[in-house]
């Protein structure tokens, strides 16, 4: 994964030759691996290195972009792992880029004429590049494995002011070509997810103005709008019931309330977890294949990650972070 990459049209991308296209110069501190639990469509999965002890998991970073650092939470048998790897006004990703099974570092800098997606893989190679999207036409990064090659792609989805209209641009990695798509409206919110449990991420909008999700099934095409009853401001959908399908739900950050439709029984279910000004953290923390419930609380030291479990209905509240980071939550175990 060290060699040169391309771009948009198979433009070449300068190699490591000034601050400018090497926005992480040497030296650069190697991630050390012990184990982690990553999101593969819609599985969770456990690598681990050999000679790593086995840890509960944990699953907690943040990303601080007042000086580009990544902070990964390290327990009883996992090492904590710290990695200076973007710079202020980045976006972080989640994503395995190189289809190892493990998460990569990830940020999206917006830029013009061209964006770049940076990957550092989870294997300590060398860093790499890919331009795709334009800071020109307020490109919104999205994560997701749109080919079901198990390898994220690289993809971007455009407001059209003028048209009213989204479209997706989805570079993909199983071939190196792209497509577009034009779904939903410029004012929805991106809310990609496998909601057909396919194995492929479906592109979809969430719609504030009457609460409705629209997305579009990759594995027949087939097109869905369905209302989950109540507002909300972030897009939670995940699989909270373990069936292998991404779950409509949404989080109110005022009134500290999710509401989840469940793809088995069709019914929106309502709770109150976290407070006011949280933000959700969702991840499936006890291993037992569903999603639990999770809010992350920033202060200026010790920020509070207050986890429902879903095996058990009990509380986990961890520590770390601090006010200005980016959660990163189903990332890294090290």
Wanted: glycine residues 12%; charged residues 15%; negative net charge.
């Amino acid at each position: 994964m060290t060699g040169q990459k391309t771009g948009w049209f198979g433009r070449p991308l300068p190699k490591n030759a000034t601050s400018v296209w090497n926005p992480f110069p040497p030296p650069s501190p190697t991630p050390q691996l012990s184990k982690e639990m990553i999101y593969a469509g819609s599985r969770l999965l456990a690598v681990e290195d050999a000679n790593a002890n086995q840890a509960p998991p944990a699953d907690i970073a943040v990303w601080r972009p007042s000086n580009g650092t990544w902070y990964v939470v390290g327990q009883t048998g996992s090492q904590a792992t710290t990695l200076s790897f973007g710079t202020s006004g980045d976006v972080p990703l989640i994503g395995d880029y190189e289809g190892d099974g493990k998460t990569d570092f990830t940020v999206y800098r917006p830029g013009s004429p061209y964006s770049y997606f940076y990957v550092w893989p989870s294997n300590g190679a060398s860093w790499w590049g890919t331009s795709w999207g334009t800071s020109d036409q307020n490109d919104i990064p999205v994560a997701g494995d749109f080919d079901g090659d198990g390898k994220t792609d690289y993809v971007v989805v455009r407001p059209d002011s003028g048209a009213g209209t989204f479209t997706w641009w989805v570079l993909k990695s199983s071939d190196s070509d792209y497509y577009y798509q034009s779904y939903g409206a410029n004012t929805d919110i991106p809310a990609p997810a496998d909601y057909d449990g396919d194995g492929k991420t479906d592109s979809g909008v969430y719609r504030a103005s009457n609460q409705t999700f629209y997305w579009i099934n990759s594995s027949n095409g087939g097109t869905n709008g369905v209302s989950i009853g109540q507002t909300g401001d972030k897009v939670v959908s995940s699989d909270y019931d373990g069936d292998g399908k991404a779950d409509l739900a949404v989080y109110n950050s005022s009134t500290a309330y999710w509401y989840i439709k469940s793809s088995i029984t069709g019914s929106v279910s309502s709770t109150q977890w976290g407070s006011s000004g949280d933000v959700p953290v969702q991840n499936d923390y006890d291993l037992d294949g569903k999603t639990d419930i999770a809010t992350w609380h920033a202060l200026s030291s010790d920020s509070v990650w207050s986890i429902k479990k879903s095996s058990t209905g009990s509380t986990r509240t961890e520590y770390w972070g601090s006010t200005g980071d980016i959660p990163v939550p189903a990332y890294y175990r090290r």
